[in-house]
C-alpha cells in the first residue's frame, strides 16, 4: 500500500517536471529545424488559412545552420549580447563592492538608528520596480543618464535586497570570531577580510546567483530608461523580431538561456541557500 | 574615558556603510520622498494642489481597470501558488530522491523570460499548438491571448515560474520541525491527518509569513511575460498596473505616476506591516 502511493507519487511528479521542462525543451528542439519545416510551422501564425500548428518533436533535417548564421553573419546579436553582459557583469561587480560593507556595518556593529534603516532597507527591497521609477527617473534625468546604459546599471547597483542576502550570511558567523580577531590587533576592514569574507562566503555568492538571474532577465528598468535600441540587452531584443525571423529569434533564445543555465547549474546550492536565506524570520 | 570609548565605537560603522548608504538615499529615499512631494503638486506649474492628484487617478478608467486586474490577479495566484506548492512540498519530503525534482522545479527560475516569447506564440495563439489539440479532441477552438483566458495564462505562467522557489521554502520549513515532536506525536497515537494540522501547519507559520510577501513581490514580475508577449496594451484582463504606470512614463504623465506610486506604497507598506502584526500575535 505504501509501495503503491510511492509509484503514484513518482509518477506524479514525472509529469510535473516534464510539464515544467516543456517549454524549454521545446525551443532547443524547434532551433536546430531547418528553415522549411520552420516556416511551415510559423506559416499559419503568419496568416491563419485554417491550418493549425503542428510541432514536429523529431526534426526532419536536424542542423545547426542558424546558429553559424546567428553567430557569424548577426552583428546586431553581438551588440545586444555584449549590452546584457556589459550591464549585468557592471551591476554585480559594484553590487558587491557596495553592498558587502554595507551588509558588515548592518551585522557587527550597533549604532543608533540601526534598527530603523535595517527595516527601510527591507520595505524597499519589497517593493516593486513601479513604486521607484518615478524616483529613479527624476535622479537619471537630473544627471542625465536618461537613455544610457548607465540609468539601468546605477540605481540596480544599491539594490537592499543584496545587502539583505549578504547581511544574512554574516549574521550566521558567531560573534566571539571577530571579537577574538578584534582583541588579537585586527582593524575592521582585516576582520571582514579575513573573517567576515570566508565565513560569509555563501550569503555573498547566492545573491551573485540571484542577481545575475534577476539582472539578465531584466525588462522594467531598460524598457522605462532606454530608448536606443542599440542600447537594449537581449531581453528586450528578442520580442522585437517578429515571427517570419523564426530561425533569428530561436537560436538568440538558446544563446540566452545558455548562460543562465550555466550559473543555474554551477550555482545551483547557493541558489537555494539564497532562496532560503530570503526568509525574513528565522 | 569611558564616555570617549563609547563614542568612538558609535562611528566605526560610517566608513563600511556610507557608501552604500549614499547611493539608496540618492537613487532610492530622497527621490522617493521627492514623488511623494510630487504626488500633491501641480505637474507644470508645482504648486500644492491638495490630493488633486489622486482624485484624478481614482476617476481613471484605466487605472480602476488596472487595480481590479491587478488586485485579481494577487487574489487569484497567491493563494493558488501557495496551496499547490505546499501539497507538493508535503509530497516531496515524503520521497527519498528528492534532488532532481527540486532542480527541475527551480529550473524556471534561470530560464529568461525573453527565450519563451516564440514558445508562447506557438503554443497560445489563435492558431497555435494548443488549440489545435483542442480541435483534434473535439474542442471549441480557445482565444488564449486575446479573451479572459489571458488571465488563466498569464496565471498558469506565474505559477510556473514561481513554484520552485516556494517549494523550496516549504520544505525547509516543514524539514525544520524536529523529528521527535512528529514521532512522539504519533506514538501518542496521532495520525498523519492529525500530525499535519495540528503539529506541522502550525510550526509553519513563519514559513507562510515568508512566502506570502516573497510570491507577493514576484507576482509584480508577471508584467515581464504580459508585455513580452502582448505588448503595452494587452488585452483588457491582463492590462495590469505595471502596464499603466509604463503608459503613463511614456506620456510622461508624472503627476500621476507620482499619486499611483504613493497608493502602491502606502498598499505594500501596510500589507507587510499587518502581516508582521498577525505573524507577531501568532507568536
Same mark, same amino acid.
Given at each position: 500500500m505504501k509501495k503503491l502511493r510511492t509509484v503514484i507519487l513518482y509518477f506524479?511528479?514525472?509529469?510535473?517536471?516534464?510539464?515544467?521542462?516543456?517549454?524549454?525543451?521545446?525551443?532547443?528542439?524547434?532551433?536546430?529545424?531547418?528553415?522549411?519545416?520552420?516556416?511551415?510551422?510559423?506559416?499559419?501564425?503568419?496568416?491563419?488559412?485554417g491550418e493549425y500548428v503542428d510541432i514536429h518533436y523529431i526534426p526532419q533535417y536536424p542542423t545547426l545552420s542558424h546558429f553559424i548564421d546567428l553567430l557569424i553573419f548577426t552583428p546586431e546579436f553581438y551588440t545586444v549580447f555584449w549590452n546584457s553582459l556589459l550591464m549585468t557583469g557592471i551591476i554585480l561587480v559594484f553590487q558587491l563592492l557596495v553592498a558587502v560593507p554595507s551588509a558588515w556595518a548592518f551585522a557587527s556593529f550597533r549604532f543608533k538608528g540601526k534598527k530603523l534603516l535595517f527595516n527601510m532597507y527591507v520595505i524597499f527591497m519589497l517593493m516593486p520596480f513601479q513604486v521607484t521609477m518615478l524616483s529613479q527617473y527624476i535622479v537619471l534625468d537630473k544627471i542625465q543618464l536618461m537613455n544610457t546604459r548607465w540609468s539601468v546599471i546605477l540605481p540596480a547597483i544599491f539594490s537592499t535586497f543584496s545587502v539583505f542576502l549578504i547581511y544574512r550570511g554574516f549574521a550566521d558567523i558567531p560573534r566571539d570570531i571577530a571579537d577574538s580577531a578584534r582583541t588579537d590587533g585586527a582593524n575592521?576592514?582585516?576582520?571582514?577580510r579575513y573573517?567576515?569574507?570566508?565565513?560569509?562566503?555563501?550569503?555573498?555568492?547566492?545573491?551573485?546567483?540571484?542577481?545575475?538571474?534577476?539582472?539578465w532577465n531584466m525588462v522594467e528598468q531598460p524598457l522605462a530608461f532606454i530608448n536606443d535600441k542599440s542600447k537594449f540587452p537581449l531581453s528586450l531584443y528578442l520580442p522585437m523580431l517578429d515571427m517570419s525571423n523564426a530561425e533569428l529569434m530561436l537560436t538568440s533564445s538558446v544563446i540566452t538561456l545558455v548562460p543562465a543555465v550555466f550559473v543555474f547549474i554551477t550555482g545551483q546550492d547557493y541558489l537555494e541557500q539564497g532562496i532560503i536565506s530570503s526568509s525574513l524570520k528565522e | 574615558m569611558k564616555h570617549f570609548t563609547l563614542h568612538k565605537q558609535n562611528l566605526?560603522? @560610517? &566608513? /563600511?556603510?556610507?557608501?552604500?548608504?549614499?547611493?539608496?538615499?540618492?537613487?532610492?529615499? @530622497? &527621490? /522617493?520622498i521627492d514623488s511623494v512631494r510630487r504626488s500633491f503638486c501641480a505637474a507644470i506649474t508645482g504648486e500644492f494642489i491638495g490630493f488633486h492628484n489622486f482624485s484624478i487617478i481614482f476617476e481613471n478608467e484605466a487605472f480602476t481597470l488596472a487595480v481590479k486586474n491587478t488586485v485579481l490577479f494577487t487574489v487569484v495566484c497567491l493563494p493558488l501558488l501557495i496551496i499547490i506548492s505546499f501539497f507538493i512540498s508535503y509530497a516531496l519530503c515524503k520521497l527519498k530522491y528528492i534532488r532532481l525534482i527540486k532542480s527541475i522545479l527551480l529550473f524556471p527560475l534561470a530560464v529568461p523570460t525573453a527565450t519563451l516569447v516564440f514558445v508562447w506564440y506557438i503554443l497560445f495563439d489563435d492558431a497555435g499548438y494548443i488549440n489545435s489539440v483542442i480541435i483534434g479532441c473535439g474542442g471549441e477552438k480557445i482565444s488564449f491571448l486575446h479573451s479572459m483566458a489571458a488571465f488563466w495564462v498569464l496565471t498558469g505562467s506565474y505559477i510556473w515560474k514561481n513554484l520552485g522557489y516556494t517549494v523550496l521554502l516549504w520544505l525547509t520549513g516543514i524539514m525544520n520541525i524536529s523529528v521527535s515532536l512528529t514521532?512522539?506525536?504519533?506514538?501518542?497515537?496521532?495520525?498523519?491527518?492529525?500530525?499535519?494540522?495540528?503539529?506541522?501547519?502550525?510550526?509553519?507559520?513563519?514559513?507562510l509569513y515568508t512566502i506570502t510577501i516573497i510570491s507577493f513581490l514576484n507576482s509584480f514580475k508577471v508584467f515581464r511575460e504580459a508585455y513580452l508577449v502582448a505588448g503595452s496594451y494587452p488585452h483588457d484582463s491582463i492590462y495590469l498596473l505595471q502596464h499603466l504606470f509604463n503608459n503613463w512614463f511614456v506620456n510622461m504623465e508624472l503627476d500621476k505616476m507620482a499619486a499611483a506610486a504613493v497608493c502602491v506604497f502606502g498598499v505594500v507598506f501596510l500589507a507587510i506591516v499587518l502581516l508582521q502584526r498577525v505573524w507577531d500575535k501568532e507568536s
Open positions: 506524479i511528479f514525472m509529469l510535473i517536471s516534464f510539464v515544467t521542462v516543456y517549454p524549454v525543451i521545446l525551443v532547443i528542439l524547434l532551433s536546430v529545424q531547418d528553415s522549411d519545416e520552420l516556416a511551415e510551422m510559423t506559416s499559419s501564425l503568419i496568416q491563419f488559412t575592521e576592514w582585516q576582520v571582514l573573517i567576515g569574507l570566508p565565513l560569509g562566503k555563501h550569503g555573498i555568492l547566492s545573491c551573485l546567483v540571484l542577481s545575475f538571474l534577476d539582472y | 566605526k560603522h @560610517i &566608513p /563600511f556603510l556610507m557608501p552604500g548608504l549614499a547611493g539608496v538615499l540618492i537613487f532610492i529615499l @530622497i &527621490p /522617493f514521532d512522539a506525536a504519533k506514538v501518542d497515537g496521532a495520525n498523519e491527518r492529525q500530525c499535519l494540522f495540528c503539529i506541522i501547519l502550525p510550526n509553519l507559520k513563519p514559513t
